[in-house]
């Protein structure tokens, strides 16, 4: 389903400025008996993005009522939103004349996201690194390349996901999802200011973990504070909390704070 100007149109152009340059932004939410989970917050997140990216506003009642029609036919699945900057002229420049093209499309829940989330992930340790990108960083913007990149790496290697590393070295995030690890009673998240993505769900677990009065700290890192970490558990907004079990050769036991995060959220 696509829009522009509150009408909806059949086809997205060839030279959607997405399709051109990544120019835009997007998220993914998780439906659960016909209702989008934690919208409140996606939508912030993608206020956010459109500011950094100075698109041009899009209209809000609409995207959420064509949002409400879409989940209302799913008891357990998802919704993506993406955001383009609309049609525009070969050159980089912004300034168009057209205003930001909404998609809406939803998909099945991942079929083996429950068993990820009782038996937990093994990960690898990426070799493919995050650039470093302060001007784009936290947002989920849509050139997503690096990530491509490190899948392609995954799959060759037959893990589901990975750690992965910035430039300099530091833990940033896994393909796919945000990092969390436990050690001497205080909850650890990477510095997320010059790479990787500020996802809804770790947004949800800061707040959690403030209200239940819980040191927290982002830290930049290397891969061997992981190593020696006495819980370690990853979140996106579809998976929602799945312990880690490894991270290559190093194995981690299920804790009780994943298992916690998990039956406070509906996962269990």
């Known amino acids: 389903m696509y829009w522009r100007n509150n009408v909806v149109i059949e086809q997205v152009s060839v030279t959607d400025r997405s399709f051109q340059y990544g120019d835009g932004c997007f998220t993914t939410i998780r439906v659960e008996q016909g209702q989008p989970v934690f919208w409140s917050l996606h939508k912030q997140r993608m206020l956010r993005a459109i500011e950094r990216l100075k698109l041009k506003p899009i209209d809000w009642q609409l995207t959420e009522r064509q949002l409400m029609k879409l989940a209302q036919s799913y008891q357990h699945g998802g919704i993506k939103i993406h955001l383009s900057r609309g049609e525009g002229g070969r050159g980089y420049s912004p300034d168009l004349e057209g205003d930001t093209l909404v998609t809406l499309s939803t998909f099945a829940y991942p079929s083996h996201y429950q068993a990820l989330q009782l038996q937990g992930v093994s990960l690898a340790l990426c070799e493919t690194r995050l650039g470093l990108n302060p001007l784009l960083s936290g947002i989920k913007h849509n050139n997503r390349l690096e990530q491509v990149l490190i899948k392609h790496e995954l799959e060759q290697k037959g893990y589901v996901d990975g750690v992965v590393l910035d430039l300099n070295g530091h833990v940033i995030e896994t393909s796919m999802a945000n990092v969390f690890w436990l050690k001497d009673g205080t909850l650890y998240t990477p510095n997320l200011s010059q790479s990787g993505v500020e996802g809804v769900m770790r947004q949800r ?60 959220l509906g996962q269990c």
């Open 205 to 264: 677990v800061l707040e959690l973990t403030e209200q239940w009065g819980i040191p927290t700290k982002t830290v930049y890192v290397p891969i061997e504070t992981l190593f020696d970490a006495e819980e370690v558990f990853m979140t996106n907004s579809i998976l929602g909390v799945a312990p880690v079990v490894a991270i290559t050769d190093i194995c981690f036991n299920i804790g009780d704070f994943s298992r916690r995060l998990q039956e406070t």
